[in-house]
């Protein structure tokens, strides 16, 4: 399939909103390591590249070699300094800085139908070779560049939220200019995911779906069913990590669907060997291992199974190379349909398949749980404390009718005052904006009711706090 747009990632942020944006246009996107070759490039034969990089600063990897494909590319941020450098051009001192200014749009078939201000976060003063030239400027600054015979395209700025701008210059690259077809949809991602599930349930066997109780895998498990039939098993491991009757809904809600579930307990094995870690490094490697082993055993006790479905999607793809630890862990067929697919995308499919809002719109959760929460050590006290302060957060959020509007909310344990022995425990909830995660502002009333029940409940939770702190959105700490 070439019929789409190479994404060269220079910065997960900007890279996953421009194939966010590509595909609402309903061009297919698709996001590729920034060290990606030329000749890997070449065999991959996309319409277009992008490249997605910082706003400013930072540096990458680029084999100038794409330059000579002869396919088109469109370089943003510091992505177009690579860029422009690989051309024979220079960058150099700041021009413009954290600033509002009216762009002038030359004639590029680029910036077709653009007009307008736009806030600058940083532009370079560039210096281009004379096969380049310029193609938009503002307050005497060159911020845009192009050689229209190669269809390359330099651009000082990245895209924003909220930007019509932004999304018009990638359909006019996509489009016009790559001459992409509009065919990607819904629909389309959920036949490829059905396809792969099938083609390897014709080859015989059984496929064993990991599954957490979450969005992605139940989704695979759903289309598992529907392609193995009867030869299909779902494996949840309960690492004793879940919040309070959490393990008990997972199983519910796979009866409900009438999806065969086989539930491990390991609580106690993967607390005992939490003892005494206070790194959340160790808490991982401990708890995936654990989840990793267990799948594999599992697996070999069913001598028919072939195939492993893991629900893994976009994101867990950039930041884990969680097929391979799989593969090593289980010696089976290793599938992973949703893997190119983002968070929305995946829920938009839970509708499809008509899932309840109770899947669909699930918030969350770190394959770590409740560990990711708790700062020191876990413990089988420190746990119970940290659910009964979840499920009173939860539930005063949700009697304020606010779950809707939070990406996320949820306590954090942090231990105490060294002479005093108690513990802190710190609310977190936040909403999305820009590329931030921005503390929400909740009613002051909500607050006081929480901490009091809080304190009520748990005597040794002496402090609660709020915490107000802005994170990058894939930086937050205790997702």
């Known amino acids: 399939m070439n019929d789409m747009i190479l994404i060269l990632n220079y910065s ?12 609402a246009e309903q061009v297919y996107s698709v996001i590729v390591s920034g060290m990606t070759t030329a000749e890997q490039v070449r065999k991959m034969a996309p319409r277009g590249i992008v490249m997605a990089g910082e706003r400013a600063g930072g540096s990458g990897v680029f ?70 030239q310029m193609s938009a400027s503002a307050a005497g600054c060159t911020i845009a560049f ?5 269809k390359q395209y330099g651009v000082q700025f990245e895209l924003e939220r909220n930007d019509p701008d932004g999304t018009a210059m990638l359909k006019n690259f996509a489009l016009n200019i790559c001459g992409c077809e509009a065919w990607w949809s819904i629909q389309a991602a959920m036949r490829e995911a059905e396809r792969v599930i099938g083609e390897a349930a014709e080859k015989g066997g059984r496929a064993v779906c990991a599954v957490s109780g979450g969005v992605d895998s139940t989704v695979v498990a759903v289309l598992a069913k529907r392609a193995y039939g009867e030869r299909m098993t779902a494996v949840f491991v309960d690492t004793g990590l879940m ?98 697919l983002f968070k929305s ?47 009173i957060f939860a539930e005063e959020i949700g009697a304020a009718g606010l779950e809707r509007k939070l990406y996320k909310y949820f306590p954090i344990i942090t231990g105490g005052f060294p002479s005093a022995g108690d513990e802190i425990v710190v609310l977190r909830a936040v909403t999305p904006s820009g590329g931030m995660l921005l503390p929400a502002r909740l009613p002051h009333d909500l607050l006081e009711r929480t901490t009091k029940r809080i304190m009520e409940s748990v005597p040794q939770i002496q402090r609660v706090l709020y915490d107000q702190t802005p994170t990058p959105v894939g930086k937050e700490t205790f997702a």
């Open 12 to 23: 997960d942020e900007f890279a996953m909103e421009a194939a966010r944006r590509l595909r």
């Open 63 to 132: 084999d100038a070699g794409m330059l000579a494909l002869g396919i088109p590319v469109l370089a943003l941020g510091h992505a177009a300094h690579m860029m422009l450098a690989a051309q024979g051009g220079a960058s150099a001192g700041v021009a413009l800085r954290e600033k509002k200014v009216a762009i002038s749009y030359g004639d590029s078939e680029l910036f077709a139908g653009l007009s307008g201000e736009r806030y600058i976060e940083e532009a370079l003063m560039l210096m281009l070779p004379p096969d380049v």
């Open 243 to 340: 919040r309070e009757g959490e393990a008990d809904g997972v199983a519910e809600m796979y009866e409900s669907l009438q999806i065969p579930l086989l539930r491990v307990d390991r609580s106690g094995i993967v607390l005992d060997a939490l003892a005494n870690k206070r790194s959340m490094q160790e808490k991982h490697e401990i708890v995936n291992r654990c989840l990793h082993e267990e799948m594999a055993n599992q697996s070999a006790a069913m001598p028919d199974a072939t195939t492993l479905i893991l629900g893994g999607n976009y994101t867990d793809s950039l930041h884990a190379d969680r097929r391979a630890e799989a593969e090593s862990a289980s010696g089976m067929t290793v599938l992973q349909p949703l893997s190119t």
């Open 345 to 391: 995308e995946v829920r938009a499919i839970a509708r499809e398949l008509g899932l309840g809002e109770a899947i669909s719109e699930r918030k969350s959760f770190p394959a770590l749980g409740l560990g990711t929460r708790v700062i020191g050590e876990v413990t089988r006290e420190r746990l119970l404390a940290l659910r009964t302060a979840d499920t």
């Open 146 to 150: 192009e050689i229209p015979k190669k």
